[in-house]
């Protein structure tokens, strides 16, 4: 009888070479990794559940180049290069095909995350652009989570975590199958105090459905649905006019997603899916003259920031193989935003916006070492032309163990409904505007991003293990950041104090150019090691921008599996950047470079009738407390260079029983 905890054969170079990953993301087709038109990382479900992340935010910081940043728990800064100061929107992020940008920001909603990580099969990253299959939020990249099949799992378990900042969780999943139908619901509820001494507070529920009815040998239709419900605070004491207070916010989100794909053979297959999310936040606070001296006396107005998105959206995509060497993914796209907000949107019912896309990615192999990728997407959305987003491609395999690739792409941002029609005025019931806060800009310009490209992969039988280096130049103009508006409305509170601004387009262009490398490998029997690597430089017309962008960033993370025992280890080390949050002239202030350890070790006990339970220990920060992002007006208001908030170390205690 073989010992419960039997290691692995080593794996011979014939078989390692031949289990190549298979990646659905970068042309929409499903291909080997060294194949297609793009740098890739792959994060499976042994490296997630090793780590001991709770979060997709700490999972990201695993990719190079990728840039996260915390200004308190549930507000962060999310760029892939960046460059941009206020709440970056260049990444589409997918759960199962399924967009989860905000409808009215375009950012991706992270307050509200509809997905538990024991849900997620594996996340694949294409870094660089990959507008060509995705559009306007793939600009700088795609982050597509994909969930587990409910083939590959059945049974039920239950979580309980507990950890400082008062952090709690409980969670249950159940996987059934009967027949061809399967089915799993998982449900969360999770609470932490976030940020010391910050009103940082978070309080989560979390539904999700998945079911997947097999409907003979060719078809497959699939349900996906969830609902988010979150309460948090936020805001700071004594900003000016009571501007930003504290107080308290609620966000609920459901979404419904239907997926239909037939087969017609190994070469065809249809995909047909449409889906449907809604999003309410609530947001309200009151305005006052706080400890200035106003005409008229003391005033209180009331502050309604909150409201309701809605999108609708229909997809068809057809991947077939014409003849050998040749293969090819068409398809189109609609979707309609929504957006009821009206203290954003002054004098403005109800903002829409409708977007068509059509999309087509071609792999031909010229020869058996030459292979081209070509890729485009014609995007229109409404009061706007249509715009070609273009890809072309070309990888030489010279054997089996390497990949040269290199490429041009061009992608275009799209303002949204936010950054063209965003309009916030502060009125007093008697003295009128007191101040225009944000200010619309109907004739902002869609962002253009050039990206070249060359890329060397390679796989090392011997270690079992991976390299990818991708050296970039990157070319943005009409980029796209807040400014100081100097057409606003005349009002009451000189600008000086509160100045208005606006969404618009910058002057010059900005140049990204920088390598990236990450190497995974295993140097000895159940451990592997994760290199990460980032060297960047930008350059633009202004200091903020160029700032905004860290020189660098490395990683390791070291996985370790001992029998019954599971541990990791991560050591990330972050550079200078500016990166904040709110609209403050002049104001100068970086953000130092901080190193990060984090660690997680875990213990599995098998039960008789085949249970299991699994003790976790998890620390996240353990070096101290360090502070990664700021909040402009608040860091100036402190008058000190010290930073305002600083997050703090965090230990987390998890258990959870299989049945």
Do not use: C
């Not at 970056?88 to 997918?94: C, G, H, R, Y």
């Amino acid at each position: 009888m073989e010992p419960e905890f039997a290691p692995e054969p080593q794996a011979s170079e014939a078989s390692y070479f031949d289990s190549l990953p298979v990646v659905l993301t970068v042309s929409r087709m499903p291909r080997p990794q060294n194949e297609v038109p793009a740098a890739l990382t792959v994060l499976d479900r042994e490296t997630i559940r090793a780590t001991g992340y709770r979060s997709l935010d700490r999972l990201l910081r695993l990719v190079p180049g990728m840039m996260v940043a915390k200004e308190r728990g549930s507000e962060q800064w999310v760029s892939y290069h960046g460059p941009n100061r206020d709440s970056p929107q260049e990444l589409q992020i997918l759960v199962d095909g399924r967009s989860v940008s905000a409808a009215y920001f375009g950012s991706f909603g992270r307050n509200s995350f509809p997905l538990a990580i024991e849900d997620i099969e594996r996340i694949e990253v294409v870094r660089g652009t990959d507008a060509a299959s995705y559009g306007t939020n793939a600009y700088m990249g795609v982050v597509n989570i994909i969930t587990r099949h409910t083939a590959e799992e059945r049974g039920a378990t239950v979580s309980v975590a507990g950890g400082t900042g008062e952090y709690s969780e409980v969670s249950g999943r159940v996987v059934a199958r009967s027949g061809p139908l399967g089915l799993r619901i998982t449900a969360q509820h999770l609470r932490d105090e976030g940020v010391h001494d910050l009103n940082d507070s978070r309080d989560r529920h979390r539904v999700s459905l998945r079911s997947d009815l097999q409907m003979g040998e060719h078809d497959e239709l699939t349900l996906l649905a969830g609902l988010t419900d979150i309460e948090r605070g936020t805001g700071y004491p004594d900003t000016p006019f009571n501007s930003h207070p504290e107080r308290d916010m609620d966000t609920r989100e459901h979404f419904g997603h239907l997926r239909w794909r037939h087969a017609v053979s190994p070469d065809e297959e249809f995909l047909l899916s449409g889906y449907y999310a809604y999003e309410r936040t609530r947001n309200e606070w009151a305005i006052d003259n706080g400890r200035l001296s106003f005409p008229g006396g003391p005033f209180s107005i009331p502050v309604n920031d909150s409201f309701t998105t809605r999108r609708q959206n229909l997809e068809f995509q057809h991947n077939l193989t014409p003849r050998d060497g040749l293969r090819l993914s068409w398809g189109a796209e609609w979707r309609r935003d929504r957006v009821h907000a009206p203290f954003i949107f002054f004098g403005r019912s109800d903002p829409t916006e409708e977007s068509r896309r059509l999309f087509a990615n071609v792999e031909w192999r010229a020869a058996p070492q030459w292979q081209w990728n070509f890729g485009a997407m014609a995007e229109r959305f409404q009061n706007d032309r249509t715009r070609l987003s273009p890809r072309v491609f070309l990888n030489w395999l010279p054997n089996e163990t390497e990949t040269w690739r290199a490429g041009y792409a061009r992608a275009w941002r799209n303002p949204g409904v936010f950054g063209r029609h965003s309009d916030v005025r502060i009125i007093h019931p008697v003295l009128g505007l007191l101040q225009h806060r944000f200010v619309p800009n109907e004739g902002i310009d869609p962002s253009r991003l050039d990206a070249f490209e060359l890329g060397y992969a390679r796989r090392f039988a011997a270690l079992q293990g991976s390299l990818d280096v991708r050296v970039f130049h990157e070319r943005i103009r009409d980029q796209i950041q807040r400014e100081q508006a100097s057409n606003s409305l005349p009002a009451l509170v000189p600008k000086t104090i509160l100045p208005p601004s606006q969404w618009t387009n910058a002057q010059g262009t900005v140049r990204l150019e920088g390598v990236e490398t990450q190497f995974d490998f295993r140097p000895w029997q159940d451990g592997k090691l994760l290199l990460r690597h980032t060297l960047m430089r930008a350059r633009a017309g202004d200091d903020g921008t160029e700032e905004s962008t860290p020189p660098y960033s490395a990683s390791v993370t070291w996985l370790q599996r001992m029998g019954a025992w599971q541990s990791a280890l991560t050591l990330l080390h972050v550079g200078p950047v500016r990166a904040g949050t709110g609209f403050s002239p002049d104001f100068r202030y970086t953000v130092p470079d901080y190193t990060t350890l984090d660690a997680s070790i875990a213990r599995e006990f098998h039960l008789e009738g085949g249970q299991s339970v699994e003790v976790r220990l998890t620390g996240l920060n353990l070096f101290g407390r360090h502070q990664e992002l700021a909040n402009f007006p608040v860091q100036q208001a402190s008058g000190s260079d010290e930073p305002v908030n600083r997050l703090d170390p965090q230990v987390m205690l998890q258990v959870s029983a299989r049945f």
